[in-house]
């Protein structure tokens, strides 16, 4: 985490495709925390805490005119701010560890990279001590969405989900010498094996 505090709360931050499972580990972690008596909060964008996250939800399921990939990018980011300052920040700075379901690197993947320029306040603010892409094939993803769940978000196609995983790539290879970023093809493990690798690579990253 940094620049903002010298406590000892960590950023941790699930990323991936829409059915990577990445929701799945992010509450394993939680419950791994909890066994291990660590205080924390889970948390996700587009957030529930603000009027600008509830909005993003309700277009991603349906509601509302097709918005513009700009427009979205905008959105999220200034979500992402209240989300920052108003939950992240204040629990780290009180010693707690946070997980996160997303972060500006789905702004990244799923709108444009040109979208860093409206993140640019959050990432002067602080950085993730830890992020974890979930690598799934579009393919696979698509079929644990197709058994999830009824209603179907704008990203929610091959087409998109190919798409995104190649931006997902490129922006990590961007990111790779500043942000501390791991990524784990979970194409063939199950979700207790998945889990047992973040594990590892929280134990390797955040105790310290």
Same mark, same amino acid.
């Given at each position: ?15 991936? /495709?829409? &059915?990577? *499972? ?6 394993? %972690?939680?419950?791994? #925390?909890?066994?291990?008596? !660590?205080? @924390? ?18 277009? /991603?399921? &349906?509601? *509302?005119n097709k918005m513009e990939n700009?427009? %979205?990018?905008?959105? #999220?980011?200034?979500?992402? !701010?209240? @989300? ?48 974890i892409f979930i690598d799934v ?72």
């Amino acid at each position: 985490m940094e620049p903002q505090t010298a406590s000892s709360g960590k950023f941790i931050v699930f990323e991936g /495709l829409d &059915g990577c *499972g990445k929701t799945t580990q992010a509450g394993l %972690l939680s419950g791994y #925390f909890d066994r291990c008596g !660590i205080d @924390h909060i889970s948390t996700y964008e587009p957030s529930a805490h603000n009027p600008i996250g509830n909005l993003i939800r309700q277009y /991603l399921h &349906g509601g *509302g005119n097709k918005m513009e990939n700009e427009t %979205l990018g905008l959105l #999220f980011a200034a979500d992402r !701010i209240q @989300h920052t300052l108003e939950i992240i920040i204040p629990a780290l700075l009180k010693g707690k560890y946070v997980i996160c379901d997303r972060y500006y690197y789905s702004n990244f993947a799923y709108q444009s990279y040109e979208c860093k320029i409206y993140n640019k306040y959050v990432m002067e603010k602080i950085r993730p001590d830890l992020v974890i892409f979930i690598d799934v094939s579009p393919e696979e993803c698509l079929n644990r969405i197709k058994t999830r769940k009824k209603s179907k978000s704008p990203y929610e196609s091959k087409n998109e989900l190919v798409r995104v995983r190649q931006n997902y790539l490129e922006i990590i290879n961007k990111l790779k010498n500043t942000e501390n970023i791991i990524t784990i093809n979970a194409d063939y493990l199950t979700e207790t094996q998945l889990h047992e690798k973040i594990i590892t690579y929280y134990k390797m990253n955040c105790l310290h």
